[in-house]
């Protein structure tokens, strides 16, 4: 995009200039930090990203994610690798250029990916183990909806089957069920044919908001023992996620029912909670399990891939639909972190790079 002379706009990022990379390579604009703190101190950035390595893969984005653990690593709650930084968990483009060893990824191809770090970008080179070609099952989505999809709907397809093991008579509950994470593990759910599907929400107006995405029942996070007590007759639920940990977290796992499983993959409240010693757990009979994308996709992106390109089909073919609340220009994303933080958020925010 062209670059002009007028004054940002309140929230938008300043430009700064840095070369990352000394010798060969593409100019691109980013947004990064220099030091932690509020979103004032997210800037924008000309950066030299160097040719893809070896295994590696360059993206030309089209659309960035903005996740919660974005925001914490901008605060510093979240340690990242060095400073300057740029973050962005995931992306979707094309393939601009591919390393030495990709042979089945031909430049132009349109793509979703983990990226991990870097994707609030124009270009990112991502390992091709992270990068997901948006064709057979997955072709005709639009990349703004798989750049929606990449991190939540993994995680909803994740959670649900190869953690929680949902069937068609679980009673499940989400906390945070009003927000893009809520919405596609309210589909997925569906999709499964899980029984029950209890929401909690932080306010009385995004109760709407989470019947809208498919929750038989929606309560404040506070009254969510009391819910699923009448709900189930007692009994308790099969499965809990949790993404705002606390008092929170600490309900879900008193809900559970005998067999439970309670998955943890955020802490937006920011507290910390109490965790039974694991023969509590033993003698209740329930399991607590913990879900990270950005830590098995580093670690094991071949374990996480499959749920990837299953979300993807899913999203192709109309059965998971994740709602992007607002897109923002690469160069606002300090507004799109304000919206995020102030918990005003009842979809996918998404950050535009590039042509889609």
Excluded at 188 to 209: C, E, F, M, N, P
Excluded at 295 to 301: K, T
Aim: aromatic share 4%.
């Amino acid at each position: 995009m062209s670059e002009t002379s007028s004054a940002p706009s309140p929230g938008s990022v300043v430009p700064t200039p840095l070369t990352q990379a000394p010798g060969a390579g593409r100019t691109c604009r980013a947004v990064g930090f220099d030091r932690t703190g509020g979103p004032e101190v997210l800037i924008r950035r000309d950066l030299v990203q160097p040719e893809p390595g070896p295994g590696e893969v360059a993206v030309r984005v089209a659309y960035a994610g903005v996740n919660f653990v974005e925001v914490l690593q901008r605060r510093g709650a979240v340690p990242v690798p060095a400073l300057p930084f740029v973050p962005g968990l995931e992306v979707s483009g094309h393939v601009a250029a591919v390393g030495p060893g990709i042979v089945d990824l031909p430049v132009g191809t349109a793509v979703a990916a983990f990226t991990i770090v870097g994707g609030y970008a124009e270009l990112v080179n991502v390992p091709a183990a992270r990068v997901f070609p948006l064709v057979g099952a997955a072709a005709g989505m639009s990349l703004e909806a798989a750049a929606a999809a990449v991190t939540i709907g993994t995680s909803a397809v994740a959670m649900l089957t190869e953690l929680a093991r949902v069937g068609p008579r679980s009673v499940v509950v989400v906390s945070a069920a009003a927000g893009g994470a809520g919405a596609a593990i309210a589909a997925v759910a569906r999709h499964l044919g899980v029984s029950v599907l209890i929401g909690t929400v932080g306010s009385a107006d995004k109760v709407q908001v989470a019947r809208a995405h498919g929750y038989d029942i929606v309560v404040p996070h506070a009254e969510l023992a009391t819910a699923v007590h009448r709900a189930t007759g007692g009994r308790g639920a099969d499965v809990v996620l949790d993404s705002v940990g606390g008092q929170v977290f600490e309900a879900g796992l008193a809900a559970l029912a005998p067999r439970g499983r309670l998955v943890k993959f955020g802490s937006a409240a920011g507290r910390t909670e109490s965790l039974p010693s694991p023969m509590a757990l033993a003698l209740a009979n329930v399991a607590v399990m913990g879900w990270s994308s950005i830590d098995l996709a580093l670690a094991a992106p071949e374990i996480i891939a499959p749920a990837t390109e299953k979300a993807l089909a899913l999203v192709a073919d109309g059965s998971l639909v994740i709602p992007v609340q607002e897109v923002f220009d690469l160069s606002d994303a300090a507004k799109a972190h304000r919206l995020l933080e102030g918990r005003r958020t009842t979809g996918k925010l998404l950050l535009l790079a590039g042509q889609a």
